[in-house]
C-alpha cells in the first residue's frame, strides 16, 4: 500500500496561522471581517491625511530670524527691534519709535506682517463699552412754540436729504416753530463746503425769510448754482460776500482750514462758527435734529419730521395735520427719493461724521 505524502504547509499559511492564533481574527464571521476592513482603511485614510497635513505645514522660522528681518525692514530709521516671542499662533515683536513700545505680529513661516491683532474678546469688551457710553435718549421737553435746530454740513448728502425733508415742514408749520439751520463743527468736504457753510449762515443771519427759498434752489443741482439761487432768491451777492468775509475773519475759518495742526481729529478743518451749540447738543455729525435742547430720533421724510416736530408742541396746532409726504428724499442734490432698502443701499440713518 502507497504511503500518502503529505504536503508541506507554505510559509504565508503558517503566518497566516500564528495570527488567527494570538488575535482571534480568524474567528471573525464574514460580516465582522467586513467592518473591521472598513476600520482599518478609516485608519490609514486618517494617517495619509494627517502625513499630508504635515508635510504641507509652513515652516517655522526662528526668532533669531524674524527679528533679523524687521530690522532689515526698518533699517535707516529710528527705530529699536526688541524681544521676539510666540503669542498664540503668531510672533510678537516690540518695536520702540520714538521712545513708545510698538507691538507687531508676524505670522511664524515670516511671510506677513500684522501691525494690530485684537481678540474677538476685546471686540465685544468694546462694544460692551460703547453701549455703556451712549446716553439714553432724552424725552423731547414740550412747548407752546418749539425750537428746531437742524445740524448739516452743506455737502454732506445725508445733511441734504434731511434739509430736502425738512423744507415742507418749515413750509407747514410757518411761524409756529423757531427754525434754525446749523452747522457741524467741522467741514468733510473741502473749500466748497466752507463756503457754502458761510454763505448759507448768512443769508439765515441777514435774511432769514429767504433761506427756504434758497435752499429749495441750491438743493437741486448743488456747486455752482449758488450765484444764481442768490440772484433767483432776490438776495444781493454783494452783501452775502461782504457778510461771509467777516465771520470768516472772525472764526479764522480760513486759517485753520490752512493749518492742519487745528484739524478736527487731525482729518477735517473746523467750522468754529456755532462750535458752542455743538458742544452743548454734543453734536457727532451731519444730520443732527435738535429739538427743545433735546437731540432728536426722526426718519428724513417730511411726514416724520412733522411728526417728531409736532410731538413737541404743548397742544398740536392745526398745521401738524398737513399730509405731508411719508417717503424719504434721495440723499445728496437733486430730486428724487431714496432708493429701497437693500444692502447696497445707505442705511436710512446714515450720516457724515468722523
Known sequence: M???KMEEPKVEDVQTAEVCEKTSLCNFDTKKKIILGVILVVVIAGAAAFSYYKKNQPAVVSPKEIKAKIENLVAG???????????????????TAGGKDQPVYVTKDGTRLIQE?????????????????????????????????????????????????????VAALGSKMDYNLRFVD??????KEIAENLRQYCIEKNQPTKLATYLGCFLKKGEGTSD???????????SVKSCMAQVDAKFAVTKDAADKTTWSNGQFPKFNVEKDLNAKYAVQGSPTLVINGVVAEAGRDSASILKAICGAFTVAPKECEAKLSSVAPAPGFGEGAAPAASASAPAANASCGN
Open 2 to 4: 502507497e504511503e500518502t
Open 77 to 95: 530709521g529710528k527705530v529699536t527691534v526688541g524681544d521676539v516671542v510666540l503669542d498664540g499662533d503668531l510672533y510678537k515683536v516690540t518695536i
Open 117 to 169: 491683532v485684537i481678540s474677538f474678546d476685546e471686540i465685544q469688551k468694546q462694544k460692551d463699552a460703547a453701549k455703556q457710553d451712549k446716553p439714553a435718549p432724552q424725552e423731547v421737553t414740550k412747548s407752546d412754540k418749539p425750537t428746531v435746530e437742524l445740524f448739516v454740513m452743506s455737502y454732506c448728502p445725508y445733511g441734504t436729504q434731511m434739509e430736502k425733508g425738512i423744507l415742507p415742514v
Open 186 to 191: 467741522y467741514a468733510m468736504h473741502g473749500d
Open 228 to 238: 444764481a439761487c442768490l440772484a433767483a432768491t432776490g438776495i444781493p451777492s454783494a
